[in-house]
């Protein structure tokens, strides 16, 4: 039996039950206990990034032979702990690529042309062309903190919008500049964060890193909340020491009813809807359910989670 915690696609699903039992509650992360009851009979695990895979789960799942990610963050799994069952994990990297970087396009386009501001003046009655005459992306330096699959992608949509690319990362991108974190928070007019959530990028971002950034910058987070110091950039934001933020993740998820930020008319705020395009959607799902039944099959996935990181 297949267990599956949260939302997958109906057709991967429909591919994945004509082939094994499945039990699927996609609103289940929200009842470990019920979790714990599944996994005793379960052969393979399907989450997002709500369950937790952490140790205490998984010592009731005597049976669990597969962990299936869908997406690209693992830190939500305990990867230690998995292999040390010898339990196999599977994920989906890159399947989401396209659409993260076309929302950080849409957060871009929406700073300099002033979309906000110019949508709530119309709609109360108030007409303002000329002062709210925007800027265009050609030419404005984009820094993408994370080349990735993600970060790649957007680079080459930066590129095709004759945007200066420059990057934390090494490596041969052709016509991309790489740089030191601190010269490249000093010279971006936008600032894309793209890395993992792990012990080491906690609050990767920081009060110092902050105050590197132009004043006229705009720094846009689609990776983890975990990867940005949420109180630094507050104050940074509140007192105009940046211009702006797109948060579409944040360190608790989902924020909160009363969150702060939403009291700042410099920040756009999007409830993690990075990957949560229809083609994302299928591709990671049947990305996924294949590579779930190829492990119970005994062959090898497409996409293991990496050893070197577990």
């Excluded at 052969?43 to 962990?67: D, F, M, P, Y």
């Excluded at 998820?253 to 409830?271: C, G, K, M, Q, Y």
Aim: neutral net charge.
């Amino acid at each position: 039996m297949i267990l599956i915690t949260e939302y997958i696609e109906a057709e991967a699903l429909a591919w994945l039950r004509q082939r094994v039992e499945c039990y699927y509650g996609p609103n289940l992360y929200k009842r470990p206990q019920a979790i714990h009851t599944y996994l005793a009979q379960a052969t393979g695990l399907i989450v997002r990034n709500r369950t937790k895979v952490t140790e205490e789960l998984l010592q009731g799942a005597k049976k669990l032979r597969v962990v299936g990610r869908l997406g690209a963050g693992l830190d939500n799994l305990d990867r230690a702990a998995l292999a040390r069952r010898h339990i196999r994990a599977v994920y989906a990297p890159g399947y989401n690529a396209n659409a993260v970087a076309e929302l950080c396009l849409l957060y871009m386009l929406a700073f300099n042309r002033r979309l906000q501001q110019a949508d709530e003046e119309t709609r109360a009655g108030v007409w303002r062309r000329e002062a709210l005459a925007g800027k265009e992306l050609r030419g404005q330096v984009v820094g993408i903190v994370g080349l990735g699959a993600i970060g790649e992608r957007l680079a080459t949509i930066c590129q095709a919008l004759d945007c200066q690319v420059i990057t934390t990362d090494r490596g041969p991108y052709r016509g991309v500049q790489q740089l030191p974190l601190a010269e490249l928070l000093a010279a971006a007019d936008f600032v894309s964060i793209h890395i993992p959530l792990t012990p080491a990028t906690k609050n990767y971002l920081g009060a110092a890193e902050l105050a590197l950034m132009k004043p006229t910058a705009v720094l846009i987070n689609t990776a983890r909340g975990g990867v940005v110091d949420e109180d630094a950039l507050y104050e940074a934001l509140r007192t105009k020491r940046i211009a702006g933020a797109a948060l579409d993740v944040r360190q608790q998820e989902p924020s909160s009813p009363n969150d702060r930020f939403h009291a700042l008319d410099n920040v756009i705020l999007t409830p993690h809807l990075g990957g949560w395009t229809i083609e994302a959607q299928q591709a990671t799902s049947q990305a996924v359910v294949a590579d779930v039944w190829r492990v119970l099959q005994g062959e090898n996935p497409l996409h293991p989670v990496p050893t070197s990181t577990i």
